[in-house]
Structure formats: structure tokens, C-alpha cells
């Protein structure tokens, strides 16, 4: 995924408006740093957050946006201590899929080897069944 | 000021703005960049219609993206044109107040605040420093090296093969942790205020491997050649890192006089 402006890793000058720059770390700057003090025009916070939220997943190819899911923030292990705990939940879980599936396995294949078994049994209890009608 | 336009502010600045340091700028509405003064701060405002840059159009003109990509050059642009006459607070983007009494108001009101900032920031420029590690990388390295005498195809190769592949990402991860610790530590050393910042997520990084230091850094002017000599340096020293330097950014990481160095 390519993002506006291309990230340069020399420095330019400013004053130039920093049209070469990345975009996100203007925007890193502008939105989240700077003095904030209240305006008489109020921008609530919590709205340029989750614009913020909205426009990484506007610049981030939609495939992306898909495959880290909209709560990717709080599930990335990096960004947030609650990332960390849902990656260890994470592993349980799979832990848990994998245990399942290997139950039911388990389960299949002792059922198959039942099977035969279970035949010759019903088959018992039929020429019972037979047996008790013949001798009523 | 009429009634359906408001005034944008970009940035306070405590000494008189010489008039040619703003002339010819244009702001976020293309409107003529002027000057506002009182309690011997100087605010850097324009006037700004409210159809756009109003409450309720900021709330939805935020939202798109390429309306916010010019508002938010536009107005880096003119911080950084302001930075290069005098010392400079950002102010963050959407600050608006109805008429140029409330900004008078609030530079009064904020004195105190503003010299703080503006003491801080005086002679200074800001410098953002990013470090990233492959660890993925360095983890697969450690492991093929590991790996390569043990027998392979039997269970317990594969189960020894796996711990030492999770083992190994733990190590990369703590070894490039360590080394950016080790280097945020270093560039403090060259500069008069520096701090860590989340690290940009991947997907607006457009980068695969891991940011490991998101550092931004007010150098005084005296020792820019010297903060980027020991980036330079840096970029040999940490094996394993790869460093991105930006800047100079007018001071928006060290406009808050409540945002100390933690």
C-alpha cells in the first residue's frame, strides 16, 4: 500500500508547506499535537479521533481496512495494553478451535470403529425382538 | 466581522510580526493571513466563512478526506511561515472563535500560558525521529540458524522447531524494543525536550516492518547539526533499525505548556 506524499526520510525545510510530506505526519501533528484551547467554534475531541480513525481507513487499502478490521487500534498488541490481552485471548482461542476440532475428530473416529459394532448389536435386538413375537 | 464568518487562528507568537511575515500568505479559506494583538501576544488568524468552517460544517468537512489533506497543508503552511520570523505556538487545527475581541480575550486570559510555551520553544525546532525493525526478519534469521542441525520431519523436531520460531520473534521483539529505548535515550542527550508517541499504525506508514520508536524531539537551532550528526550515526550504531528522520516541524509536540517532558 503506497500513502500520499511517500514518506521521505530526508528532512525538507519548512515554510515550503510541506507538500512533499507524508500526510500522516502532518496529520499526526495538526490533529493530535499543537495547543489545544478551547474555540468558540466547538470541535468535539472525540469526533477528530474518530475522524482520525476513519481516515486511516481511508488511506489504508480497502483490503487492509478489512483484514485489520475497524477496531484494529485496539487489537494491535502495540498500540494498546488491551491488544496485548486480546492477542494472548487470541491464541486461547485458537487454542480452543484446535482443541475442538480435535475433539471431534477424536469422536469420528471412535464412532467409526464403534459402528460395526453398533450393526451386529441392532441386529441382535431385531432377532430378539423376533424371538419375543414368536413367542407371543 | 459579520455573523457568518469566524476567525481561524494558526499560531501565537509573542514578538510585533514584522507585516511582511505574513503578507501574501493565504489561509484555509484563501482568505489573507492578518494579525491580532494584544497582551503583547500576536495571534496569526484569518477570517474564515462559517458555511465551511462552521460547527457543524468542521463536524462534516472533517470527515473527508481531501477537503482535511488541504486544510491541514494550508495551515502547516502558514505555522511554518509564521515559525520562520519568530518563536511560534501551534495552535491544533479547527481553533475558531467568532470575532477578533474573543481572540484578544483568550490571548489575555492565556498570557501566561502562552509565554510558558513560548519560552520553551524559543531558538528550538522540532524534529521527528521513527525507527523501524523487520522482526519478523530478524526472527527468521535466529531461527534458520537455530534450526539447521536438528533433524527435521519428526514431531518433535517440528515442536522444537515451533518453540524456537516463537522464541525467537520474542527475542527480535525484545532486542529492537531494547535498542529503541537505547537510542530515544541517546537523542534526549542532543536535544533540550524530547518524547515517544504511539507508533503510527502500519497501515498509514504504508511500511510492513515494525515501527519500534515514534520519538519527536525540540532541538536548539545551536545543535541541529549536531541532533542530525548523532541520527547519522545512529543509523550505523543500531544494527537492525532503520531510522526516518523529519523536519523541521514548527513546535507542535512542545506547544503545551501542560505537555511536559515525561
Known sequence: MTVVGGGSSSPQPYGGGHQSTNLGDILE????????????????????ELLTIKLRLVIASLETAKAVGIDWWETDPWLSSKGKRAE??????????????????????????????AAEVEDAEVEDAEVTDDDG | MTADHGVWVYAV????????????????AREPVRAVSAAGLTAVVGTVPLGEFGEEALRSN????????????????????????????????????????????????????FDAALTLVAGRTEWGVKAYADVEAIAAGAV???????????????????????????????????????LHALLLQHSAAGRRQPPTDPTLSGRRDRMVLN?????????????????????????????????PWPPYSFAGVDRGNP
Open chain 2, 62 to 113: 472533517l470527515e473527508n478526506l481531501e477537503w482535511l489533506e488541504t486544510v491541514a497543508r494550508t495551515h502547516d503552511a502558514v505555522v511554518s511561515a509564521v515559525v520562520r520570523w519568530a518563536p511560534a505556538i501551534p495552535l491544533r487545527l479547527a481553533t475558531v472563535y467568532l470575532d477578533d475581541a474573543r481572540v484578544c480575550d483568550v490571548l489575555e486570559a492565556r498570557r501566561a500560558d
Open chain 2, 144 to 182: 534458520e540458524t537455530a534450526g539447521s542441525g536438528s533433524e527435521k520431519g519428526t514431531g518433535t523436531a517440528y515442536l522444537l522447531r515451533r518453540k524456537a520460531q516463537l522464541s525467537a520473534r520474542e527475542d527480535a521483539e525484545r532486542a529492537a524494543a531494547d535498542r529503541a529505548d537505547t
Open chain 2, 13 to 28: 507568537t509573542g514578538a510585533d510580526l514584522p507585516e511582511e511575515a505574513v503578507s501574501g500568505v493565504t489561509g484555509v
Open chain 2, 215 to 247: 520519538g519527536t524531539y525540540l532541538v536548539d537551532d545551536a545543535r541541529s547539526d549536531e541532533f542530525a550528526d548523532a541520527v547519522a550515526a545512529a543509523r550505523t550504531q543500531f544494527d537492525g533499525l532503520e531510522l526516518e528522520l523529519t523536519g
Open chain 1, 29 to 48: 501533528r495538526v490533529l493530535d499535537k499543537g495547543l489545544v484551547i478551547a474555540g468558540d467554534i466547538q470541535v468535539n475531541l472525540l469526533d477528530i
Open chain 1, 88 to 117: 494472548i485471548e487470541g491464541t486461547q482461542q485458537d487454542l480452543e478451535v484446535e482443541n475442538r476440532k480435535l475433539r471431534d475428530r477424536i469422536a469420528e473416529l471412535e464412532a467409526a470403529r464403534r459402528e460395526p459394532v
